[in-house]
């Protein structure tokens, strides 16, 4: 005989999550936890999947812009079974600014995020005064942002920005950043400009507590 009470089924994964949720229920109704480790531009989500299968007990949430890249990160994400991995599809100024409280972000990774080399875009470039100090608030005492370019000339003006940024310690001091290969994954578009024997810049800072 069929059992009269079966288990119940795992609820299936459902890792992208919506900004307006987000920021009117609030973290640890939706995800789980109050507190998150962050990938803004999470690309083809290779670095943020191993992250969290390498730490289950905590929250990570990556923000694309691009819907696209959401939809089939979602996918990997459900077949690698990453019940900690979440997605969400907004700008970071956005988040940084609406929906993200003061303190709610471990750790903050911002990995080759576009150049926009030409002058007249550097407007667009995402490193700016004003999202770095947003950051500073997400950032919990202690918590660390760590940002990489293959671009020398976004490189120097990741620097600038960093060097007027209040409330972080540089932990590559009195160095502006560090070229030094970092212990984590490299991400596809790190591996692929390496390989074409280009040099990266890593910039690590830690929230004063």
């Known amino acids: 005989m069929p059992d009269p009470h079966p288990a119940p089924l795992a609820a299936p994964l459902q890792p992208v999550v919506e900004a307006e949720e987000l920021r009117q229920r609030g973290l640890e109704p939706v995800l789980g ?3 998150v480790v962050l990938e803004i531009g999470f690309g083809r989500g290779e670095l943020l999947m191993d992250l969290a299968a390498a730490r289950p007990q905590r929250r990570f949430l990556g923000a ?3 819907r696209k890249r959401v939809a089939r990160v979602a996918r990997r994400v459900i077949r690698a079974g990453l019940p900690n991995c979440f997605l969400v599809h907004a700008p970071a100024e956005y988040l940084l600014e609406r929906v993200l409280p003061p303190a709610s972000v471990e750790t903050c990774w911002i990995c080759c995020p576009d150049p ?16 770095v100090e947003r950051l500073v608030t997400a950032l919990g005492p202690g918590g660390e942002l760590h940002i990489a370019t293959d671009h020398p000339g976004y490189r120097d003006w990741i620097a600038e920005v960093m060097a007027g940024a209040a409330g972080l310690d540089n932990l590559n001091a009195p160095a502006p950043f560090g070229d030094k290969r970092p212990e984590r994954r490299l991400t596809a578009y790190e591996q692929e400009w390496l390989a074409e024997g280009r040099s990266m810049a890593y910039f690590d800072y830690r929230r004063v507590s």
């Open 33 to 35: 936890a109050p507190c």
């Open 64 to 66: 694309e812009v691009s």
């Open 116 to 131: 926009w080399p030409k002058k007249r875009h550097h407007k667009r470039r995402l490193i700016q005064p004003a999202l």
